[in-house]
């Protein structure tokens, strides 16, 4: 569609949807700055689909982005923060390393910066909410390449059980934990206890996936059908606040493409990507990372204990043997019985 010394922007048709793809450049200098960021707002603002641009933007977003060196000013202009907050845009985040750039050498470099990034607009993130940057090894350059990964691969991984507060203004709810909960279960209160919460946890699961539907109301009124529409509305709020887990909003805003996209960016902080070994390496496979965690768990807990010879005859015995022939024994019928009688 558009290049130039700067930028470079393609338009791109899959599966999805069509979007705007922008490699930037971010010149350092004021004088050519100005104009470089100038033609990539411009470029973006009259784009009206979604879009994402990557690329090396020699910017930082705030302090926790470089180590060392002159922290800049704050009446500096920020114009990677001016394109974020005038195209109502998110970044992207990373895996891998945290910078992306480093002065002199990466090992013992004094200066290092996150300059190259992601940022796309609202409506490419919600289309694409699995997409990783991955930051990859610097070969002979002190920037590090960065990757959009826009097609990977479902790895399943087991979810823990939530209860969801929009069930709760379902009639249909607490029948199904009654009747669970109230089911006979003849073990230790300890056992019980737990056997019960797996019961409702499986019911509700159950419920959830095959019943909670709406219902059909395609001979209700017009006024039937505007009453259910606002109750789902509500429910739908409700499911998007508590997942995006933004709690200052009150109820009745009814942004839910803000929700949406909180968590979605919320479970993206949350995953792993890829973690570091011990000797430097950088594991990127979901099975790998996850046996990974489990070896260091099972290491980290295991306890091999070496005694000494013969440290059970530093301890004396505090009862005879004859008394701990007959704690051992079995009482008879008859001991148990006179045992029961005398209580």
């Given at each position: 569609?558009?290049?130039?010394?700067?930028?470079?922007?393609?338009?791109?048709?899959?599966?999805?949807?069509?979007?705007?793809?922008?490699?930037?450049?971010?010149?350092?200098?004021?004088?050519?700055?100005?104009?470089?960021?100038?033609?990539?707002?411009?470029?973006?603002?009259?784009?009206?689909?979604?879009?994402?641009?990557?690329?090396?933007?020699?910017?930082?977003?705030?302090?926790?982005?470089?180590?060392?060196?002159?922290?800049?000013?704050?009446?500096t202009?920020?114009?990677?923060k001016?394109?974020?907050?005038?195209?109502?845009?998110?970044?992207?985040g990373?895996?891998?390393?945290?910078?992306?750039?480093?002065?002199?050498?990466?090992?013992?470099?004094?200066?290092?910066?996150?300059l190259?990034?992601?940022?796309?607009?609202?409506?490419?993130?919600?289309?694409?909410?699995?997409?990783?940057?991955?930051?990859?090894?610097?070969?002979?350059?002190?920037?590090?390449?960065?990757?959009?990964?826009?097609?990977?691969?479902?790895?399943?991984?087991?979810r823990?059980?939530?209860?969801?507060a929009?069930?709760?203004?379902?009639?249909?709810?607490?029948?199904?934990?009654?009747?669970?909960?109230?089911?006979?279960v003849?073990?230790?209160?300890?056992?019980?206890?737990?056997?019960?919460?797996?019961?409702?946890?499986?019911?509700?699961?159950?419920?959830?996936?095959?019943?909670?539907?709406p219902?059909?109301?395609?001979?209700?009124?017009?006024?039937?059908?505007?009453a259910?529409?606002?109750?789902?509305?509500?429910?739908?709020?409700?499911?998007?606040?508590?997942?995006?887990?933004?709690?200052?909003?009150?109820?009745?805003?009814?942004?839910?493409?803000?929700?949406?996209?909180?968590?979605?960016?919320?479970?993206?902080?949350?995953?792993?990507?890829?973690?570091?070994?011990e000797?430097?390496?950088?594991?990127h496979?979901?099975?790998?990372?996850?046996?990974?965690?489990r070896?260091?768990?099972?290491?980290?807990?295991?306890e091999?204990?070496?005694?000494?010879?013969?440290?059970?005859?530093?301890?004396?015995?505090?009862?005879?043997?004859?008394?701990?022939?007959?704690?051992?024994?079995?009482?008879?019928?008859?001991?148990?019985?006179?045992?029961?009688?005398?209580?």
């Amino acid at each position: 569609m558009e290049f130039n010394k700067s930028l470079i922007a393609i338009k791109i048709s899959d599966s999805i949807l069509d979007w705007l793809l922008v490699r930037f450049y971010g010149p350092p200098y004021y004088t050519k700055k100005k104009k470089a960021w100038g033609n990539l707002l411009a470029l973006l603002a009259a784009h009206q689909g979604p879009w994402v641009c990557v690329g090396d933007f020699n910017c930082i977003l705030n302090e926790d982005e470089q180590i060392g060196g002159c922290k800049g000013s704050s009446s500096t202009t920020n114009y990677l923060k001016e394109l974020m907050f005038n195209l109502n845009s998110v970044d992207l985040g990373y895996s891998g390393n945290k910078f992306t750039w480093a002065k002199g050498k990466w090992g013992n470099a004094v200066i290092k910066r996150r300059l190259d990034r992601g940022v796309a607009s609202i409506s490419w993130r919600l289309a694409y909410p699995k997409i990783t940057v991955s930051h990859l090894s610097a070969i002979n350059s002190n920037h590090a390449p960065i990757l959009l990964d826009t097609c990977l691969a479902d790895s399943f991984a087991h979810r823990p059980f939530r209860f969801e507060a929009v069930w709760l203004r379902d009639e249909g709810c607490k029948p199904v934990i009654e009747s669970t909960w109230n089911k006979e279960v003849h073990r230790l209160d300890f056992v019980k206890l737990y056997k019960k919460q797996v019961a409702t946890r499986d019911a509700l699961r159950k419920w959830n996936k095959e019943i909670r539907h709406p219902s059909p109301v395609n001979e209700l009124a017009e006024q039937s059908l505007q009453a259910e529409l606002f109750e789902w509305l509500i429910r739908s709020e409700i499911l998007w606040r508590q997942k995006s887990r933004e709690l200052w909003l009150k109820l009745g805003d009814k942004n839910f493409k803000f929700f949406h996209l909180s968590m979605i960016i919320c479970r993206r902080n949350n995953n792993i990507d890829a973690i570091k070994k011990e000797d430097g390496t950088w594991i990127h496979d979901s099975n790998q990372i996850r046996k990974l965690f489990r070896n260091n768990f099972v290491d980290l807990f295991k306890e091999d204990i070496d005694f000494p010879e013969h440290v059970e005859h530093l301890i004396l015995p505090c009862i005879t043997e004859e008394e701990n022939e007959m704690l051992e024994r079995i009482p008879s019928p008859e001991e148990i019985k006179d045992t029961l009688f005398q209580m």
